[in-house]
């Protein structure tokens, strides 16, 4: 129970985040071209905006191996995208 | 008509000749350092990282190096005291993790290195097959570890969907650093009966997918199982019996399971915002395992361009965890003040099993000095709220930077 309070806001607040936009230059970025549970048939020559660096579903190797140290040691979860790592005895 | 028709052949055979030479090997070295500092002057981790990548004719090697030095002072799991009614020497033996202060045993001191070497290759075997394999060894004064992995992935044949299944086999070996040996799980530590070294074999599966949803979206989703076996108490770690004034009667140490069974689900979106060149990354995990643990993460980083050369990328990342069904905040005692220890032999009072709440708020920027130079630097703030755990936070501050340099 105390983990379904906790996650419904937070779930909330990213659905919210992600799906109004973000301003910029005190203009509104709607996304009203393509929602993002849109789904459509994507050709080769359409894939430029796929194909930038941070559109990669893993933009920093660095980050990601750092982080999942970081939280392998200070939480009791581990596992998600990948299944390389490194053990350790960690404090 | 068979002139022109040697000619397409001709022109055919050229082209066809042009793509299967040796492209040149393109050369990649990532480094970064880390400081992670946790306030109270309790852990604090130097890490350095260098990731050096050769990519030739799509097949990419990797090779991974990694140095680690950790000190501080770890919290026990024993209650927190300045008097205590038993005689304690310390957590273990070591040189490199000896007791605290003489009057409250619920942090030890330590100090330790750590080294990790690993390689991945990842080939393509087809167009639209690629096999990923690697392996990984780390070392520390009391943890050794070994693994390997082994992917395939597969693209569909417009290449918008993809399916990856893989799997991993790590084999640690734990120990408390200068003694060589674990203590008896659950033993009295006043008592302490010593075993030899502890074994640990783990095997990881995952299958996924990602897909390309429309122009400005791809999504992933994978599913991961780990089976553990072996040896999974902590060494250092120690559980206090306490009487009714919380005076400690006695301590005693760790005691797991022997296996562990992991499952997770994790989800992933990367989604342009509109026609702009900034986009979201979200990502969300459910985990749960035998032990009692379920947890609930969710992952938001905002990627926004400043100029063509430069980024600022805030990251807010929310983590929730239920207790281990075996953790023990302390173990109460009789009226003869004789602890009253759990039927099934597992008990720990580790913060890491103990229910928590943990948040994350982050800035990164970062900047490309020329064609060939990359440039980031990142700040994190980790705040950890446990529900029964005598220290109630954990608080830490992450810095790191790293370059990139391709050649």
Same mark, same amino acid.
């Given at each position: 129970?105390?983990?379904?309070?906790?996650i419904k806001p937070v779930l909330i607040a990213v659905c919210l985040i992600g799906m109004t936009g973000c301003s910029t230059k005190g203009q509104t970025l709607s996304m009203a071209e393509t929602k993002p549970w #849109?789904?459509?048939?994507?050709?080769?020559?359409?894939?430029?905006?796929?194909?930038?660096? @941070?559109?990669?579903?893993?933009?920093? @190797?660095? @980050?990601?191996?750092?982080? @999942? #140290?970081?939280?392998?040691?200070?939480?009791?979860?581990?596992?998600?995208?990948?299944?390389?790592?490194?053990?350790?005895?960690?404090? | 008509?068979?002139?022109?028709?040697?000619?397409?052949?001709?022109?055919?055979?050229?082209?066809?000749?042009?793509?299967? =030479?040796?492209?040149?090997?393109?050369?990649?070295?990532?480094?970064?350092?880390?400081?992670?500092?946790?306030? +109270?002057?309790? /852990?604090? /981790?130097?890490?350095?990282?260098?990731?050096?990548? *050769?990519?030739? +004719?799509? +097949?990419?090697?990797?090779?991974?190096?990694?140095?680690?030095?950790?000190?501080?002072?770890?919290?026990?799991?024993?209650? *927190?005291?300045?008097?205590?009614?038993?005689?304690?020497?310390? /957590?273990?033996?070591?040189?490199?993790?000896? %007791?605290? +202060?003489?009057?409250?045993?619920?942090?030890?001191?330590?100090?330790?290195?750590?080294? =990790?070497?690993?390689?991945?290759?990842?080939?393509?075997?087809?167009?639209?097959?690629?096999?990923?394999?690697? %392996?990984?060894?780390?070392?520390?004064?009391?943890?050794?570890?070994?693994?390997?992995?082994?992917?395939?992935?597969?693209?569909?044949?417009?290449?918008?969907?993809?399916?990856?299944?893989?799997?991993?086999?790590? !084999?640690?070996?734990?120990?408390?650093?200068?003694?060589?040996?674990?203590?008896?799980?659950?033993?009295?530590?006043? *008592?302490?009966?010593?075993?030899?070294?502890?074994?640990?074999?783990?095997?990881?599966?995952?299958?996924?997918?990602?897909?390309?949803?429309?122009?400005?979206?791809?999504?992933?989703?994978?599913?991961? /199982?780990?089976?553990?076996?072996?040896?999974?108490?902590?060494?250092?770690?120690?559980?206090?019996?306490?009487?009714?004034?919380?005076?400690?009667?006695?301590?005693?140490?760790?005691?797991?399971?022997?296996?562990?069974?992991?499952?997770?689900? !994790?989800?992933?979106?990367?989604?342009?915002?509109?026609?702009?060149?900034?986009?979201?990354?979200m990502s969300y995990r459910i985990y749960r395992d035998d032990w009692g643990i379920n947890s609930h993460t969710a992952d938001f980083r905002y990627h926004r361009k400043l100029s063509k050369r430069q980024y600022l990328?805030?990251?807010?990342? !929310?983590?929730? =965890?239920? =207790? %281990?069904?075996?953790?023990?905040?302390?173990? $109460?005692?009789?009226?003869?003040?004789?602890?009253?220890?759990?039927?099934?032999?597992?008990?720990?009072?580790?913060?890491?099993?103990?229910?928590?709440?943990?948040?994350?708020?982050?800035?990164?920027?970062?900047?490309?000095?020329?064609? $060939?130079?990359? !440039?980031?630097?990142?700040?994190?703030?980790?705040?950890?709220?446990?529900?029964?755990?005598?220290?109630?936070?954990?608080?830490?501050?992450?810095?790191?930077?790293?370059?990139?340099?391709?050649?």
């Open positions: 129970m105390k983990t379904t309070r906790f #849109h789904l459509t048939k994507v050709k080769a020559w359409e894939r430029g905006t796929l194909s930038r660096d @941070d559109m990669q579903l893993v933009t920093d @190797d660095m @980050d990601l191996s750092i982080d @999942d #140290h970081i939280y392998f040691s200070k939480e009791a979860s581990t596992g998600g995208s990948g299944i390389q790592g490194g053990g350790c005895g960690c404090n | 008509m068979s002139k022109l028709t040697s000619k397409l052949a001709l022109a055919t055979l050229s082209l066809v000749s042009a793509n299967v =030479q040796a492209q040149d090997a393109e050369w990649e070295v990532d480094t970064t350092y880390l400081s992670y500092v946790e306030a +109270n002057d309790r /852990v604090a /981790v130097s890490k350095s990282m260098a990731n050096l990548k *050769r990519t030739q +004719n799509d +097949n990419v090697l990797s090779v991974n190096l990694v140095h680690d030095t950790m000190s501080g002072a770890s919290p026990t799991g024993a209650v *927190r005291s300045n008097d205590t009614a038993v005689t304690f020497t310390g /957590v273990s033996g070591g040189s490199g993790f000896s %007791a605290g +202060n003489n009057s409250d045993y619920s942090t030890s001191l330590f100090e330790d290195t750590r080294i =990790q070497a690993g390689f991945n290759m990842s080939r393509p075997t087809s167009r639209l097959v690629t096999i990923d394999y690697g %392996a990984v060894v780390s070392q520390e004064s009391d943890y050794d570890s070994v693994g390997g992995n082994v992917a395939y992935t597969r693209e569909r044949a417009d290449r918008l969907v993809s399916f990856t299944t893989g799997i991993a086999a790590t !084999f640690d070996t734990i120990y408390q650093s200068g003694s060589g040996t674990t203590p008896q799980p659950l033993g009295d530590v006043t *008592r302490t009966q010593s075993f030899g070294k502890g074994q640990r074999n783990t095997i990881d599966a995952l299958v996924g997918g990602t897909r390309v949803l429309n122009k400005q979206t791809i999504a992933q989703l994978t599913f991961n /199982v780990g089976l553990s076996n072996g040896y999974h108490s902590d060494p250092y770690k120690i559980i206090s019996a306490t009487d009714d004034s919380n005076q400690i009667v006695a301590n005693f140490h760790d005691s797991r399971p022997e296996s562990r069974l992991r499952t997770s689900l !994790f989800g992933k979106v990367v989604h342009q915002l509109g026609d702009t060149p900034h986009s979201v990354h990328e805030p990251h807010v990342r !929310f983590y929730r =965890q239920l =207790q %281990a069904d075996f953790y023990y905040r302390r173990f $109460k005692v009789d009226n003869a003040l004789n602890p009253i220890l759990p039927s099934d032999g597992f008990a720990s009072s580790d913060y890491r099993l103990d229910a928590m709440t943990s948040a994350t708020v982050g800035m990164k920027y970062g900047i490309s000095l020329n064609k $060939k130079t990359d !440039f980031r630097i990142r700040a994190e703030y980790l705040a950890q709220s446990f529900d029964n755990d005598d220290y109630g936070t954990n608080n830490a501050v992450v810095l790191q930077t790293s370059l990139k340099y391709k050649f």
